[in-house]
């Protein structure tokens, strides 16, 4: 059983920073992978990026020269730096573990999730 806490949510103005934090507890057998979601009011759950150990990590078009992604696998931790935020980026975040890293943007890979944080971009 692997639970799954994310922080670091709030709110930020246009053009500003955040970075959210994915802490790990309890356990599950492999090495699992951090998938990075967000989910808009009214809107379907998206994918931002994925990462596993070597480290692999798949960024989509979301995140793509602003977003960066990082895991600390020692202390259970995986890391979302978002950059250059804009009102559309308004969402629940989602930290996510899995191990189909072949299927990683796919919220049905995932066997577990946080409850999510919220990010506010406006001024």
């Known amino acids: 059983q692997l639970q799954l806490v994310e922080s670091g949510g709030g709110l930020v103005q246009p053009g500003g920073s955040l970075t959210l934090s994915c802490a790990a507890s309890g356990s599950t057998k492999g090495d699992y992978m951090i998938g990075w979601f967000r989910q808009a009011p009214g809107k379907e759950r998206e994918a931002i990026s994925c990462?596993?150990?070597?480290?692999?990590?798949y960024y989509t078009d979301i995140a793509k020269g602003r977003f960066t992604v990082s895991r600390d696998s020692a202390k259970n931790i995986a890391s979302l730096q978002m950059l250059s935020l804009k009102p559309e980026d308004t969402a629940v975040y989602y930290c996510?573990?899995?191990?189909?890293?072949?299927?990683?943007?796919?919220?049905?890979?995932?066997?577990?999730w946080g409850q999510g944080t919220q990010v506010t971009v406006s001024s």
């Open positions: 996510a573990a899995g191990h189909d890293f072949a299927r990683c943007t796919l919220s049905g890979t995932y066997n577990y």
């Open positions: 990462i596993r150990s070597s480290p692999y990590i």
